[in-house]
Each structure stands twice: as C-alpha cells, then as structure tokens.
C-alpha cells in the first residue's frame, strides 16, 4: 500500500492534478510539508498517549502519507527509506 501511495504522488507530482490536495503541498515547499509532518507526529503520540487505537492508526496513516510527499518533494524515492531500514534490521 505504502508503495502504491507513493506512486499516486509521484503523479500527482509530475501531473500537478488540478484540486489535489497533494498538489498544493508540494506547491508549499517543504516548510508546509515540513509543518504538515510535525504536526501529524504530534497527533499521533496524543492518540498513544489517550490509548485510542482507532485515532492512532488513523493519525499514523496521515503521518506516512505526508512523509511520503516531503520524501517526493525532495527527490527521495521511498526505495531509499526501505533500504535504510533494511540495513538497520539486519544488523
């Protein structure tokens, strides 16, 4: 899923699809999709913190797809990230 994601921005990136909210980030730089991100984490350590599974995965999803748009943005295909986590599980 993660990576199919990935994708849809990656289109919407190269399209700039009219309306999409991914779209208007990007157009934001990555001070708004930096925001977005940190904001996002925050919501997610509030829904841990309140033991809601629900808001957590919820809020977890947000995290990644912004991630995953700030990834974008800056030219960081999301294989770089498998990667690194790669390395670090097989250590």
Same mark, same amino acid.
């Given at each position: ?43 997610? *350590?509030?829904? #841990?913190?309140? $033991?809601?599974?629900? !808001? ?8 990644? &797809? /912004?991630?995953? *748009?700030?990834? #974008?943005?800056? $030219?960081?295909?999301? !294989? ?8 670090? &599980? /097989?250590?």
């Amino acid at each position: 899923v993660l990576a199919q994601l990935a994708d849809l921005i990656e289109q919407r990136k190269q399209e700039q699809t009219e309306g999409s909210y991914t779209v208007k980030l990007l157009k934001g730089g990555p001070e708004r999709i930096g925001k977005k991100v940190g904001e996002e984490a925050t919501e997610v *350590v509030i829904g #841990a913190m309140k $033991g809601d599974r629900a !808001e957590l995965a919820y809020e977890a999803a947000d995290l990644m &797809y /912004h991630t995953l *748009v700030l990834l #974008a943005s800056q $030219g960081v295909p999301p !294989e770089d990230v498998w990667a690194e986590l790669a390395k670090r &599980y /097989h250590r």
